[in-house]
């Protein structure tokens, strides 16, 4: 049976405008997130993730411009709404968690005062006070009546970071954006907000868009993985599939790049080179001049197509050792 999407984001384009000539952050983007189901966008710095996710919910400032594209979620292309219209989906069908809860949240009011605001905002009917306080304990912050009352400062980075994925699912949305949610957290309180946010999106059927450069927590939270290189999609796969089988030279160095227990000598391995200036694109694959198996057929630019059922990658040596099934004994 077919999955329900939630979120369905098609040749997705946005643009930066610099003295130095248009940046396109996000070059043609595609993907879709499945009903309860978790996407992993992962990539190094500068790859377009965090850019994706704020086109998704147009909140790319100028001099940035979303271009081209459609973005549909739950049946209606965001791209035609008109900015109230936007306005009341964000936050009600679509929840954010930002990177650094410390400037997501502000200063100088309570937790409870700005918890209060997100529901008036969207008109929320009954006992705001009851509704923030079961929100605060959905989190396990310790006593929420109490730390509702409390300023930003007063609160751990682990707690604030709660208290911003309270916020996402107060409307419960159908889905949930996170940008990189455990950067400024220790590997204990890490591994705390994971599971809090794995628990609540599969307790409720939210999907969630789960964007880092961590490998071990794509491993931890997704189902599928995007790879993002340069601001096209470069590989899409279950993420047993791309942990088992990576297609494309850029994920297979993003994994050989992660720390092994058993590797204790030795010099880490890492990708060379940079990645490209977006200002003057390179023509042909984008990776090419970081790839080992770079040859003079990678000069054409590649789609993104199936390498295997399922698996998608934007590379012509991983494509051409697939033959889909409809070919077979032609």
Known sequence: ?????????????????????????????????????????VGESGSGKSVTAMSILRLVAPPGRIEAGAVVLDGTDLMTLNEEQMRQRRGTKVGMVFQNPMTALNPVYSI????????????HQGDAQATITRALAAVGMPDP??????????????????????????????????????????????????????????ERGTALLLITHNMGVIARMCDRVAVMYAGEIVEEAPVDELFARPRHPYTQG????????????????????????????LPGCRFRPR????????????????????????????????????????
């Open 145 to 202: 009546a109490r730390q509702a009352a409390s300023f930003p400062h007063q609160m751990s980075g682990g707690m604030r970071q709660r208290v911003v994925i309270a916020m996402g699912m107060l409307h419960e949305p159908q889905l949930l954006i996170a940008d990189e949610p455990t950067t400024a957290l220790d590997v204990t309180i890490q591994a705390q907000v994971l599971d809090l946010m794995k628990h609540l999106t599969r």
């Open 254 to 281: 993003l994994l050989r790049s992660i720390p092994r227990a058993d590797q204790t000598r030795g010099r880490m391995p890492s990708l060379a080179g940079a990645p490209p200036d977006m200002t003057r694109p």
């Open 291 to 330: 790839c080992e198996m770079a040859r003079a057929g990678c000069e054409t630019h590649p789609e993104l197509r199936e390498t295997m059922p399922g698996h998608l990658a934007r590379c012509w040596i991983a494509q051409e050792a697939f033959v889909p099934e409809s070919l077979c004994g032609q």
């Open 1 to 41: 049976m077919t999955q329900l999407a939630v979120l369905e984001v098609s040749r997705l384009t946005t643009r930066f405008a610099t003295p130095h000539g248009p940046i396109t952050a996000v070059d043609g983007v595609s993907f879709r997130v499945n009903r309860g189901e978790t996407l992993g966008l």
């Open 112 to 123: 409870g005062w700005q918890m209060r605001e997100a529901l008036r905002a969207h008109g």
